[in-house]
C-alpha cells in the first residue's frame, strides 16, 4: 500500500472540523487549490488522511457508484499533482496501489477459467451425433464442471473482466462481463467442436489456433456457401443411394452415416489449391473411397460402376477389388479456378500401410518439382478410428513428418469416427481417451467435430487447411461420425451393437437435417433442394447407361502413379548396357578417396580412404567402392540415387562412410559423391529413425513417382525386413499384378550365417523366393531373349551376388531395364573385407554386364568328364567351399558354380552347366538350414531343368525352427558337417 509521506496540521485541522459530508464536497476545490503550491516541505496528506481516502478508492474500484459523485470525478481524473516533489500525481498513485485480494483472485480466475476451457473443452464438447460415446476423462459432464471450483456465484455473472491476452473470445472487446465470458467460452470449446491443442509447445501456433476459434463470427457462411456445402452433401448423399438401388447385394464399403466427408475433403482441396498447393496425394482405406473417387477426384462415373459389372481385363493384371483401386486426375478446381492434380493411391485391406506409401510419394513429387517447403505438393491421410490408434505404422510415419529427408511439409489426418471397428467397441479398441491421441506426440493440433454439423465440419476443414498452409505440420481433424449399415452393406451390426444400431435407424441423415435448417433460414426452397438431387441422379443414371456399352476393364485406367512417356518407343524387351569406360571408374574411385581440404576426419578414415585409392591404383573393387562407382557412373548420366536405411551413411558394418564427419567442428560432413561432377544428378543418404515397416513403406512410395531414379532402402540386419513384412506382401511383391503399378525399388538384406546368432544371420530369402511368380514345372522356350522375357514377366528380382562386379552390374541394370521391377538383394557381411571377395575393372567396362550363374572359373575345361560333383550354391557358402576344396585339393573332382539370380530362376544357364558335367551329381549347397534358404525354390525348379533325369541332392543344416544357432562352437560345427557333405567324394 501506498501512503502518502509528512503531515500538514493545518489540513489536518481543517479535515477534522468539517462535517463529512462538506469534506466530500470540498476536498476536490481544496486540493486543486494546494496544486499550484511551491512549497517543497508541504505534503497532501497524513497517514490518516491516506487510509480514509484509500477505503473511498475501494469502495469506487466494486461500484462507482457506491461513492460521491465528486469522488467518482476524482478518482476518474488525473488532475492533482502533489506538492511533493517526490510524489506522482494522486490519481497514479492511487492506481498503483495493489487491489484487495479477492478482486486479483477474481481476475485470476477468470484467467484460470479460460484456460480450464481451452484446455478441457473438448472433452465435453457435443461432438457425437448418436450422443452415447463420452470420453473417459474426470469432470466431463457439464460445462459447469470446468468452473465449479472457483467461488463465483450468481451475483458474480453481470461483473466485468478485463480480458487477458491469452483469448480473442472478445473479438475487438477488451473486456466482457462473467456471464458473457463463461457463454462463448462454452460456444467455442463446448459445442459441435472440441479444439484439442494446448500441448502445443508454440505459443505462436496456439494464439494462431486460439483466434481461428475462438474470434467472434468466424464460423458464419454467407448464403452462397451454405449453399455450396449442401450441393455438395446431396451428391455425396446421392451417390451412396444410388449404388445401394442398384447394387444392393454387393460390398462397397459405404459412406453413409459420414457422408459429409466428401464437402469436408473438397473444402480442404479448395482452401489448399487457393493457398499455391498443385498437387495433393491422398491415401485412405476402404470406407468411402467409391465416393470419394467420384465426387471428390471426379472419376467417370462410367469406370466406376464398371467395377460392378464384373467384366474381363483388358490388360494383363490380375487386378483388385474396386474399393482398393486408386486414380490420378489433373483437373480444373471450379471453386479457384486453378488446375489441381490429385492421386488416390491404391493399398490393400491392412488400413494404415498405404500411410508412409503416401508420404513417401508425396515427399519424392516435392523433390522433383523443387518444392522444397512443401508449397506445391501436400498429402491427405484418411483413417478410421480404430485403425489410426491400433496400428503401429501411424505412430512410425507420424515420427518421419519433421526428419529433414523424409518431412512432407505437414499432412491433413481426417478420421472417420466410426466410434466402433468391425464389431469392437471404442472400450476395447484403444486405452487412450480418444482415438486420436497419437497425433499428440508431434505437436499436432486435433479438431474434433460433429460430423451432422456440416458447417462446423467445414470451418474446421477450412482451418486445418490453412494450418497446413502456415506452419508446414501435421493436423487431424476428428470426424466423430457413425456408420449407417455394418462393416459392410451385407453384415448385421445388430449383433454385437444393439443399443448404437438402434439410434442410428431413429437418425435423420446429415443431408435431411441440414436442408432442413438451411430451409428454415429461407437459404434454400423444398423444391430447389429436390433439384438438386434429381439432377444428380439423372448424371447417375446415364452414367449407368454407358457403363453399360463397356465390354472390359483395364486396370492401367486406376493407375495412381503414371509415368508419362517411360515406356513410349522403347523396345520392352532391350536392356541397355551396364558396363563403363574404364576411365570413369578411375574418376570416380579416385573421387571417392579424396579427403576434402581443411576437413580433419578420424584417423580410422585415412586408412580407409588410403586403401581405396591403393585398389583404383591396382584397377580392382571390394563391396563399397563397387556400389560407389555404381551410384556415381549414375548419377553421371543423370540417375537420382536415394539410399536410405538405419545408419546407412556410415553402413552398419562400417564399410561403406558416405558421408565424412569432421572430427573437431560439429555437424560438419562431406559426401564425395555428391561432388563428383558439376552436372551430376543429386544423391541422397540419409539414415532414418529406428524403423522398418513405415520407412520401408516410404521408401517404396517414393520409388513409385519418377521411373529414372534408384531408389534403395538397407536393412541394418537382413532379419529386420520381417517388421515390414506386410509392405514387402501387399505393396512391393504383388503391387503390379494387382493395380499394374511398377517399383524398381532395391531392398539391400544383409544375409550370411556368420556365428552371430539367429536375429542376424538371415535375411529370410525363403520367403521372397515363395513369392517369385515364376513356375517352377515351366521350362521358358528358349530364345535370344530369355533372361530378359523373364525379367519382364516375374513380379521381382531376387539375387544373392558374391562379387562386387555383379553387385555393381545389378544395380545398374535396374535402370537399364526397359520396365521396372523390385529388387530383392542379399548383401554379405564377412565379404565386405574377405580379400577374395574383390572384382577387377575388367568385370566393369563397356561390353561387361551381370552374371546371372557364375561357372567355376577354377577348372580346364578340356576334362569336364573328370567332374564327380557338381555343387551349386549361393553367396557366402561359395567362398567357404573354395577355400576346403583347395585344402583337400579336389579343384579337379568337384566344380563350383554360383546362381547369382536365384528368381527368375536361370533356366538356361543351369542346364548349360549341367551338360558340361554330364557325368557329375548335382548338389545344392546352401548354408541355411533346409526348410529356409533357397533349396524349397530351386529343387522343383533343377528337376524340370533336367527333365527329372537327373536328381538333385540337398547339402546343408537340418531344419530348424530357428535360422541360427546362437553357439560360436556349433556354428562352426555345423559349418563343418556342410562342407565335409559338400566335398566328400
Known amino acids: 500500500m501506498y501512503r502518502a509521506n509528512g503531515t500538514i496540521n493545518m489540513t489536518l485541522k481543517w479535515i477534522r472540523n468539517c462535517s463529512k459530508r462538506n469534506f466530500i464536497r470540498n476536498l476536490g476545490s481544496a486540493i486543486y487549490v494546494r496544486k499550484y503550491s511551491t512549497d517543497a516541505t508541504e505534503q497532501f496528506a497524513n497517514g490518516a488522511t491516506a487510509a480514509y481516502i484509500e477505503e473511498m478508492y475501494k469502495s469506487w474500484l466494486n461500484d462507482p457508484k457506491s461513492v460521491h459523485e465528486s469522488w467518482d470525478a476524482y478518482f476518474r481524473s488525473n488532475s492533482y499533482t502533489a506538492v511533493n516533489k517526490n510524489l506522482k500525481p494522486l490519481s497514479a498513485i492511487l492506481h498503483r496501489r495493489e487491489p484487495d485480494e479477492k478482486t486479483i483472485d477474481d481476475n485470476l480466475a477468470v484467467q484460470a477459467i479460460i484456460r480450464s476451457y481451452q484446455i478441457r473443452g473438448h472433452n465435453i464438447a457435443r461432438v457425437d451425433p448418436l450422443e452415447i460415446n463420452d470420453t473417459d476423462v474426470p469432470d466431463k459432464r457439464t460445462t459447469k464442471a470446468i468452473y465449479a471450483s472457483f467461488n463465483f456465484d450468481e451475483s458474480d455473472m453481470e461483473r466485468e473482466f478485463k480480458l487477458p491476452s491469452t483469448t480473442f473470445i472478445g473479438g475487438d472487446q477488451s473486456s466482457l462481463s462473467l456471464k458473457d465470458i463463461l457463454s462463448r467460452l462454452e460456444n467455442v470449446y463446448c459445442n459441435k467442436i472440441g479444439v ?43 451417390f451412396e443411394d444410388f449404388l445401394a438401388k442398384k447394387y444392393s447385394s454387393e460390398k462397397r464399403f459405404g459412406l453413409e452415416g459420414c457422408e459429409i466427408m466428401i464437402a469436408a475433403l473438397k473444402e480442404i482441396i479448395d482452401v489448399s489449391t487457393d493457398l499455391g498447393v498443385e498437387s495433393i496425394i491422398m491415401g485412405m482405406p476402404h470406407r468411402g473411397r467409391l465416393n470419394t473417387l467420384a465426387n471428390v477426384c471426379r472419376k467417370p462415373l462410367e469406370k466406376i460402376f464398371n467395377q460392378f459389372a464384373g467384366l474381363e481385363a483388358a490388360d494383363d493384371s490380375s487386378g483388385d477389388v474396386k474399393y482398393h483401386l486408386g486414380t490420378y486426375i489433373n483437373r480444373l478446381n471450379r471453386v479457384t479456378n486453378k488446375n489441381i492434380r490429385l492421386a488416390v493411391v491404391a493399398n490393400p485391406s491392412h488400413l494404415e500401410a498405404v500411410d508412409p506409401i503416401v508420404q513417401g510419394k508425396t515427399r519424392a513429387e516435392q523433390f522433383y518439382c523443387g518444392d522444397q517447403e512443401g508449397k506445391k505438393v501436400m498429402s491427405i491421410l484418411l483413417h478410421g478410428d480404430a485403425a489410426f490408434c491400433g496400428q503401429g505404422v501411424v505412430y512410425e510415419t507420424m515420427h518421419l513428418s519433421d526428419l529433414p529427408d523424409y518431412s512432407t511439409h505437414g499432412t491433413i489426418h481426417l478420421v472417420v469416427n466410426n466410434q466402433v471397428g468391425f464389431t469392437t467397441d471404442a472400450s476395447s479398441a484403444r486405452s487412450s481417451p480418444s482415438c486420436t491421441d497419437v497425433a499428440r506426440i508431434v505437436n499436432a493440433p486435433i479438431f474434433h467435430v460433429n460430423a451432422n454439423e456440416p458447417e462446423a465440419v467445414m470451418h474446421v476443414s477450412k482451418v486445418a487447411a490453412e494450418w497446413r498452409a502456415a506452419f508446414h505440420k501435421d493436423v487431424v481433424i476428428d470426424l466423430v461420425c457413425y456408420r449407417r449399415n455394418g462393416h459392410n452393406e451385407i453384415d448385421e451390426p445388430m449383433f454385437t451393437q444393439p443399443y448404437m444400431y438402434r439410434k442410428i435407424e431413429k437418425m435423420k441423415n446429415c443431408l435431411d437435417l441440414y436442408a432442413e435448417k438451411l430451409i428454415g433460414e429461407d437459404v434454400v426452397t423444398p423444391d430447389e433442394v429436390n433439384t438438386i438431387s434429381a439432377e444428380y441422379q439423372k448424371i447417375c443414371e446415364e452414367a449407368f447407361e454407358n457403363a453399360k456399352k463397356e465390354t472390359y476393364i483395364k486396370y492401367k485406367d486406376w493407375l495412381d502413379s503414371p509415368w508419362s512417356g517411360f515406356f513410349e518407343g522403347k523396345d520392352p524387351l532391350l536392356v541397355l548396357p551396364t558396363g563403363v569406360k574404364e576411365e570413369t571408374l578411375v574418376y570416380i574411385g579416385n573421387r571417392f578417396s579424396q579427403i576434402p581440404a581443411d576437413f580433419v576426419i578420424h584417423k580410422g578414415l585415412f586408412r580407409i580412404l588410403t586403401a581405396r585409392k591403393a585398389m583404383v591404383d591396382e584397377k580392382e573393387v571390394d563391396w563399397a567402392l563397387g556400389e560407389a562407382m555404381a551410384f556415381g557412373s549414375l548419377l553421371k548420366e543423370g540417375i537420382h540415387v536415394r539410399l536410405s536405411g538405419q545408419d546407412v551413411e556410415r553402413g552398419t558394418f562400417s564399410h561403406r562412410h558416405h558421408v565424412l564427419h ?30 522398418e515397416y513405415a520407412v520401408l513403406g516410404f521408401e517404396h512410395g517414393y520409388s513409385m513417382t519418377n521411373p529414372n531414379a534408384l531408389v534403395l532402402w538397407e536393412s541394418q540386419f537382413g532379419d529386420f525386413a520381417n517388421t515390414a513384412q506386410c509392405i514387402i506382401d501387399q505393396f512391393i511383391s504383388s503391387g503390379q499384378a494387382k493395380w499394374a503399378r511398377q517399383s524398381g525399388l532395391v531392398m539391400l538384406l544383409p544375409h550370411g550365417m556368420e556365428g552371430m546368432g539367429p536375429e542376424h544371420s538371415s535375411g529370410r530369402i525363403e520367403r521372397f523366393l515363395q513369392m517369385s511368380s515364376d513356375d517352377p514345372d515351366y521350362f521358358p522356350h528358349p530364345s535370344d531373349e530369355f533372361s530378359i522375357r523373364q525379367l519382364h514377366d516375374i513380379n521381382w528380382i531376387v539375387a544373392n551376388c558374391t562379387t562386387p562386379a555383379n553387385y555393381f552390374h545389378i544395380l545398374r541394370r535396374q535402370i537399364a531395364l526397359p520396365f521396372r521391377k523390385p529388387l530383392i538383394l542379399m548383401t554379405p557381411k564377412s565379404l565386405l573385407r574377405n580379400p577374395e571377395a574383390k572384382s577387377s575393372f575388367s568385370e566393369m567396362i563397356d561390353g561387361t554386364k551381370f552374371q546371372r550363374v557364375i561357372p567355376d572359373r577354377k577348372l580346364p575345361v578340356q576334362n569336364p568328364d573328370l567332374i564327380k560333383k557338381i555343387v551349386f550354391c549361393s553367396g557366402k557358402i561359395y567362398y567357404d567351399l573354395t577355400r576346403a576344396r583347395a585344402e583337400r585339393k579336389l579343384e579337379m573332382e568337384i566344380a563350383l558354380v554360383r546362381v547369382e ?3 527368375p530362376f536361370p533356366f538356361d544357364l543351369i542346364k548349360e552347366q549341367g551338360y558340361i558335367y554330364k557325368f557329375a551329381n548335382l548338389i545344392w549347397a546352401q548354408e541355411e538350414h533346409k526348410n529356409q534358404g533357397p533349396w524349397n525354390y530351386v529343387k522343383q525348379r533343377f528337376l524340370t531343368t533336367f527333365k527329372h533325369l537327373r536328381d538333385i541332392q540337398y547339402v546343408g543344416r537340418p531344419c530348424s525352427a530357428s535360422t ?22
Open 196 to 238: 484439442e491443442f494446448m500441448y502445443i509447445n508454440s505459443l505462436e501456433q496456439r494464439n494462431w489456433i486460439k483466434k481461428r476459434f475462438e474470434y467472434p463470427g468466424v464460423i458464419d457462411f454467407t448464403p452462397v456457401k451454405k449453399r455450396l456445402i449442401l450441393s455438395r452433401l446431396i451428391r455425396a448423399t446421392g
Open 662 to 691: 569432421h572430427q573437431l567442428i560439429d555437424k560438419v560432413t562431406y559426401n564425395s559423391l555428391q561432388h563428383l561432377y558439376p552436372n551430376q544428378a543429386p544423391y541422397s543418404i540419409t539414415n532414418s529413425s529406428l524403423s
Open 901 to 903: 539370380q536365384i528368381s
Open 964 to 985: 541360427a544357432t546362437g553357439s560360436k562352437v556349433q556354428h562352426v560345427r555345423e559349418l563343418n558337417d556342410l562342407l565335409n557333405d559338400a566335398l566328400s567324394i
